[in-house]
């Protein structure tokens, strides 16, 4: 072996093991230096393109997308995180584009079914993203998040019962999955099963008390039921959680309207509209946020 070759593998692999132990910054150099010795090597991009966009530097994760791409046209996977880049610059309908070209290669790639259909969910287009996540789960059916999110799209189109089926198909495969714990409590909340949608709750709030989305359920629920002051508890712990992402902000500022808390709501709600949006069926869209704010405000509903 040459010794670019050992060099460049050795700096491949380096970065390979820092990016499965999350130190992306350091991957990213191990990647470059690679790259130093042999610029033409496709994983090498891909994988730089990675660990750029799990430090959110999503543009020039997708110039090294394009790049892998340039190098191999029919490499499904950089296809795929092509997609998740764009999703995370909000370019929903240009993801849904690179998705295609990923399935176009392979048509059985759960991943890229289940990516497309978050993109789907995000522009509100639950119809086609449900039958993504049928296709997601038709080709692999170990797929959690695959199921979660299929629940949260049958959710969305008022089949309640049908999520509900779809979230515990999640936790057989994961059951510590706290979005399908979460997103359960909802859809039974949905179906005026207060007591029920509590317990899902209080599942997902043993397996991660700092996610808001269970806190603020449980205490619609617990409101429901006429129990104000233990809603009241709940929605002051969706308030006091660190809100580091778009939904977050979104559920502490529902929280603040049913507190009264109207003028902390708005702001709460405005800080949602501008988070940046990820990959995540829980984030809501700029519509949603937008009509939640005036139906909250003005003291109508709760979920």
Known sequence: MRLFDFLRKSD??????????????????SFDRALAHHPGHVDTWNNRGAALSNLGRHEEALRSYDMALQIEPGHCIAWMNRGSALEGLGRYEEAIESYDRALSINPKQAGAWNDRGSALSTLGRYTEALEAFENAVRHDDELAPAWTSRG????????????????ERAQKIEPRYVDAWALRGASLFSLGRYSDAIESCDQAIAIYPDFCLPWYIRGAALDALGRHAEAVLAWENVIGLVAEARFQWYYRGLALA??????????AFERARTSPRKICVLDPSDEEIQRAGEREIVGQGVC
Do not use: M, P, T, W
């Not at 491949?12 to 150099?29: I, P, R």
């Not at 049913?258 to 702001?267: C, K, S, Y």
């Open 258 to 267: 049913r507190l009264g808390r109207n003028h902390e709501a708005i702001e």
């Open 152 to 167: 949260h799209a049958l959710h969305a189109l008022g089949r309640h019962e049908e999520a509900i089926l779809s979230y």
């Open 12 to 29: 491949f692999n380096k970065g390979v093991e820092l990016s499965v132990a999350g130190h992306y910054a350091e991957a990213l150099d």
